[in-house]
């Protein structure tokens, strides 16, 4: 009977101590995971930036051409 208590009893001990442990060590990497969200989201921004750009600029380019062919043409 006494052992089933202390078993019990370490079971349970056991696993609030790797409870507080896991909850600790989670809250410990809360920064790191801030930087890799703050640099992912600056990674999607600026690849967002350079495609419209591409896009823009292909716009201009292809209109410029056609501008040019029509002036030649009057």
Known sequence: MQKNIIK???SNYGQTLENIYNSYWN???IPERCTETYNTINRN???DI?????FI???VI???????KSIESV
């Open 57 to 59: 600029n292909e716009i």
């Open 45 to 47: 921004v600026t690849d």
């Open 62 to 68: 292809g209109n410029i051409e056609t501008f040019n």
């Open 50 to 54: 350079t495609n419209r750009t591409k």
């Open 27 to 29: 809250n410990f990497q």
């Open 8 to 10: 019990t009893f370490q």
